[in-house]
């Protein structure tokens, strides 16, 4: 299990950059005065995370995510008894922890868990907002501050990995997609430090390949694949290798796909 605390302030003491593209903030804000549980939908690299660690260090509240995936039990997010010294004790998992100190609880990409950790989210996405410990017996109420926010990528959704009616209605629920160009070339900007004429290329290039229908792609240029191609760029790579490494071949493994893009890639970067 992937387990960490968000970084609450940079180092001027300001929440880590996030724009907004519309009332993401707003809504993030008054569904946690409300205490009202979150789910954020949207493509991969489209700054879901992000918009959460901006949100948590701005409202002042600890953050916990979870990075989900299909080996994820409900005893890894509540905790487990573990044998110490031939003792036993009880150790709070990140979910319990959350509870207990009014944190923000963010589980990342949760249909990739067990089906299991869902039922266990019920009682705190409702008005309850309680944790049952089975194993201690433990009835554990929400500290003040706590919320529960999770997210998907709606794109990955089959029969096999979808939220049920009854957990996707006890949430708010947030839709983000890529920001506008506008947008776009100044995350690329302030987060890797290029120049605005290189984030627009890098924005151009993302909306080329973001209009490929007919390559059979799992997913396509995001947000932060632009961002880490910025970064090489900035470290002294040519824009063209760049955005092969960073972009093209991160996209895809299969010869003729990589070869497709490439020439998208060719037609709006140059030589350069």
Avoid at 73 to 79: E, K, M, N, P, T
Avoid at 113 to 124: C, G, S
Wanted: net charge negative; with cysteine.
């Amino acid at each position: 299990m992937e387990m960490h605390s968000a970084r609450q302030l940079d180092a001027l003491g300001e929440p880590p950059f996030y724009a907004e593209q519309g009332e993401e903030c707003r809504l993030f804000e008054h569904a946690h005065a409300s205490r009202l549980p979150l789910l954020i939908k949207g493509p991969t690299g489209c700054g879901k995370t992000r918009l959460v660690e901006h949100m948590a260090a701005r409202l002042g509240r600890p953050l916990i995510t979870v990075s989900c995936h299909d080996d994820l039990s409900a005893a890894d997010l509540v905790g487990r008894h573990l044998i110490q010294g031939g003792d036993t004790r009880w150790l709070d998992g990140p979910l319990t922890r959350a509870v207990r100190e009014g944190a923000i609880c963010y589980l990342d990409e949760v249909v990739e868990a067990r089906k299991d950790t869902t039922v266990v989210l019920h009682p705190l996405a409702d008005d309850r907002r309680v944790l049952p410990i089975e194993r201690t017996g433990e009835m554990l109420a929400a500290a003040p501050g706590f919320m529960l926010v999770i997210s998907y990528n709606p794109g990955y959704q089959n029969l096999l990995k979808g939220l049920k009616p009854s957990t996707r209605q006890r949430f708010v629920a947030l839709g983000l997609d890529y920001p506008v160009p506008a947008v776009e070339q100044s995350i690329v900007a302030t987060e890797s430090a290029c120049t605005p004429a290189v984030a627009a290329q890098l924005v151009r290039l993302a909306q080329a390949l973001r209009r490929l229908t007919e390559q059979d792609l799992e997913e396509t240029a995001s947000t932060r694949l632009l961002v880490m191609a910025a970064r090489l760029h900035v470290a002294g790579l040519p824009l063209l290798v760049s955005c092969r490494a960073a972009i093209v071949d991160a996209l895809t493994d299969d010869a003729d796909t990589g070869a497709a893009l490439h020439e998208v890639l060719r037609a709006v970067i140059g030589d350069g």
